[in-house]
T-cell receptor, first 114, second 113 residues
Framework: DADVTQTPRNRITKTGKRIMLECSQT?????MYWYRQDPGLGLRLIYY???????NKGEISDGYSVSRQAQAKFSLSLESAIPNQTALYFC?????????????FGPGTRLTVL | AQSVTQLGSHVSVSEGALVLLRCNYS??????LFWYVQYPNQGLQLLLK??????LVKGINGFEAEFKKSETSFHLTKPSAHMSDAAEYFC???????????FGKGTRLHILP
């Protein structure tokens, strides 16, 4: 079984709809992240959480919110989806090894907003 | 502020030829540096990382990278390309254990038969 899972894997929705993307991990890591990937732009950090009571905005948090329901679960919500939020979304977890984080990524959720 | 620049959004090499993917970083303190690989329809996975110590770092699948402080570079190499190396490669940097990791924009590697 995969250590970091994301649901759904693909989603098509309409402008204005509320969408939730879910991430679960079995690695036992405290740190979790949400990124979006757009062609030619690499990965950009949306939100991150260093433990259940810690939520931090990333580079591009506008239009998104998150919930850390438990150590193993970190959800990303789009309250009112818009077409420029069409992207590939990745969840990641990390642990501290050799003095710094090593990140482990889920398989991604491809979101299309029409 | 830290940043990463990857030279070349697409690189093509022949099977069996040397692979060289370039990465330059900007950091006000000694950085931690990473290379991640993304195969089609998959998430990213760690290839290798530099934290401290030996500046030549060996990773999985025959890849290695050398940290050159004077050149602020962390280029990724592999002596002989294989078709299975076709993927997108991301260089990343962070400054310390509590900092976010900043990713470059990626380089897509194409392997020519």
């Amino acid at each position: 079984d995969a250590d970091v899972t994301q649901t759904p894997r693909n989603r098509i929705t309409k402008t204005g709809k509320r969408i939730m993307l879910e991430c679960s991990q079995t690695k036992g890591h405290d740190r979790m992240y949400w990124y979006r990937q757009d062609p030619g732009l690499g990965l950009r950090l949306i939100y991150y959480s260093f433990d259940v009571k810690d939520i931090n905005k990333g580079e591009i948090s506008d239009g998104y919110s998150v919930s850390r329901q438990a150590q193993a679960k970190f959800s990303l919500s789009l309250e009112s989806a818009i077409p420029n939020q069409t992207a590939l979304y990745f969840c990641a977890t990390s642990e501290l090894t050799s003095g710094t984080d090593t990140q482990y990524f889920g398989p991604g959720t491809r979101l299309t907003v029409l | 502020a830290q940043s990463v620049t990857q030279l070349g959004s697409h690189v093509s090499v022949s099977e069996g030829a040397l692979v060289l993917l370039r990465c330059n970083y900007s950091s006000s303190v000694p950085p931690y540096l990473f290379w991640y690989v993304q195969y089609p329809n998959q998430g990213l996975q760690l290839l290798l990382k530099y934290t401290t110590g030996a500046t030549l770092v060996k990773g999985i699948n025959g890849f290695e990278a050398e940290f050159k402080k004077s050149e602020t570079s962390f280029h990724l190499t592999k002596p002989s390309a294989h078709m299975s190396d076709a993927a997108e490669y991301f260089c990343a940097v962070t400054q310390n254990r509590d900092d976010k990791i900043i990713f470059g924009k990626g380089t897509r590697l194409h392997i020519l038969p």
